[in-house]
């Protein structure tokens, strides 16, 4: 598994790490440095990797969830990529949700696409966690779903405080691949 973590850093580096400029960030503010995951996310190689460390990850909670979600768009690619790896590996975890920003204006109206079911267990998954806001309205959306939140994952943590302040809400792990200080390219002057 290292290997495969030492190839998704080198994408993640090479194509989705941006430093030198100034760029506003979803919490508010701008930074220095940005991850752009998409860069990874939508490239074949880094979401298989990104499945298969998710899995993993996964395979290391203390309950193993039944479901797997996020807030659109950082978690689409990531619940995609990892529902269908579980499918192929025949891991117990293949029930994908996507929470909406907004609830949907026809049809069905709802806030969570492929609605999980009331006691399910699920782990909350994100691109980048920074003050940990856009994972929290994921967490709420599932909670408010009668869902249990066993985990949160992340692709990138920032190293901002919010995977504190979400294990601190939700009294689950949090765990990142990646951390700002595995980026030697990232200054904090």
């Not at 203390?62 to 659109?72: D, F, H, K, Q, Y």
């Amino acid at each position: 598994m290292q290997k495969n973590l030492a190839r998704l850093w080198q994408i993640i580096d090479r194509d989705a790490l941006i430093t030198g400029q100034e760029l506003a960030l979803s919490a508010g503010g701008a930074s220095s440095f940005y991850f752009d995951c998409k860069k990874a996310t939508l490239n074949g190689e880094g979401l298989h990797l990104i499945a298969d460390a998710f899995l993993e990850r996964i395979d290391a909670l203390s309950e193993r969830p039944v479901a797997i979600g996020g807030l659109t768009l950082g978690a689409d690619f990531i619940v995609a990529a990892v529902i269908m790896r579980a499918h192929q590996v025949a891991h117990p975890t293949v029930f994908g949700s996507i929470v909406r920003k907004e609830p949907k204006k026809h049809g069905t109206r709802t806030r969570i696409e492929n609605d999980p079911r009331a006691g399910m267990s699920v782990v909350v998954v994100d691109d980048v966690i920074t003050t940990g806001g856009s994972t929290a309205k994921a967490c709420d959306e599932f909670i408010e779903a009668g869902c249990r939140i066993v985990g949160i994952i992340a692709l990138i943590d920032r190293e901002a405080g919010g995977a504190q302040s979400l294990a601190d809400k939700y009294g689950c792990p949090v765990h990142a691949l990646f951390r700002k200080g595995d980026f030697p390219r990232i200054s904090d002057g």
